[in-house]
């Protein structure tokens, strides 16, 4: 079974590009051409849990999207003939952190699991960092057979799942067909059916999980054969993701249908997309006043579980990479990255001198 490649809980009222990039429709490429310079200038000052984008053949489009003129457009692959070239145009985006312990350098980048087509290619100073590492450290590593197996499985919906009450399974219906899903969706369980819709809801405006950067860069570490660590477990992502309660599952559909139809995901997504490609951590730290997502205090408690509680168990994952004596890459969802609990401030903590790198002007 084919299940869709934006697999995405958001916290209760519709979060987008938080938890990381779930089931790929297509494979990152095992190799990935990489010219960037091979290292970070010294003097260069230091810098959301979906889908995923890979510069490959493009996964064949849902029989009935192919009927219909008004169906999302599907996305473009990359040709990989001319990723060199595109390479040395790609311009820095996101946010990147140099930290510093022990007399070795890591490094943390916020990333994004939707984005636009010409976003998907790291800049020279990111390419930089990953090359400048000996590890690339992402949310899970997706291009791994057995994580993925394992994903694959726990995301099916229960055999002995209760149906969702009929109005919500009948807006949810709705929503995947004007989505022009793919006929599998509902094999999923609903709440990720709903988080795969939201974070498919501006491929309109260009914005795809399949254009996001997260992939990419596992194509990246395996063509500059780097290992690549998951900071967390299959285990871990499906409780933060879903529920076994029918209440909870209940009420995480509604409020991600209320986004869904109000268009408020949609705008969220976008906005939360362009603040990540200028760099606006400012704007991302923010994000509890103008995402409309924390409006009750379930809806505050659904974003802790999503975002804040996790930093920890990645803080530590990393920090162990590091004193295992590893350089690290680290790439996680921006939203992770920002606020007194984001991971440059948790590794501070620990010791590590933190930087923000800054990106280098542009001609």
């Not at 969702?164 to 949810?172: A, H, M, T, W």
Request: one cysteine or more; hydrophobic letters at 45%.
């Amino acid at each position: 079974m084919t299940l869709p490649a934006a697999l995405r809980r958001l916290a209760a009222a519709g979060l987008v590009c938080l938890a990381p990039a779930m089931v790929p429709a297509q494979p990152a490429p095992a190799t990935l051409p990489s010219t960037a310079p091979a290292a970070v200038p010294a003097s260069a000052p230091a810098s959301a849990s979906a889908a995923a984008g890979r510069p490959a053949a493009s996964a064949p489009a849902p029989a009935h999207a192919a009927r219909r003129a008004d169906c999302p457009p599907l996305p473009k692959p990359l040709d990989p003939a001319g990723i060199p070239q595109a390479l040395q145009k790609a311009r820095d985006r996101g946010l990147l952190w140099r930290v510093e312990k022990d007399g070795r350098t890591s490094w943390l980048y916020g990333t994004v699991h939707a984005a636009r087509r010409g976003w998907m290619l790291p800049g020279p100073t990111v390419m930089a960092a990953v090359r400048a590492s000996d590890r690339v450290a992402l949310e899970m590593d997706l291009l791994d057979p057995t994580v993925m197996q394992k994903l694959q499985a726990a995301l099916r919906k229960p055999a002995d799942a209760p149906p969702l009450p009929p109005d919500l399974e009948r807006r949810l219906a709705a929503q995947r067909d004007a989505a022009c899903a793919d006929p599998s969706m509902p094999e999923m369980r609903p709440e990720l059916q709903v988080s795969s819709l939201v974070v498919m809801s501006a491929r309109r405006e260009g914005f795809d999980p399949a254009y996001g950067i997260d992939f990419v860069l596992a194509g990246l570490a395996r063509g500059l054969h780097k290992p690549v660590v998951s900071l967390e477990s299959v285990d871990l992502q499906v409780q933060t993701l879903a529920s076994d309660d029918p209440k909870e599952t209940a009420a995480a559909v509604a409020s991600g249908l209320d986004q869904l139809e109000n268009h408020s995901a949609r705008e969220t997504l976008t906005t939360l997309a362009t603040a990540w490609s200028d760099g606006r951590a400012n704007l991302l730290e923010t994000y509890g006043q103008w995402c409309g997502c924390q409006r009750t205090p379930e809806e505050r408690q659904a974003f802790d579980q999503l975002v804040v509680a996790r930093n920890p168990g990645m803080a530590r994952a990393i920090v162990a990479e590091h004193r295992a004596g590893h350089a690290v890459f680290a790439a996680v969802g921006a939203l992770h990255m920002v606020g007194p609990q984001g991971l440059p401030t948790l590794l501070a903590r620990e010791g590590f001198r933190v930087e923000r790198v800054e990106w280098p002007a542009r001609p």
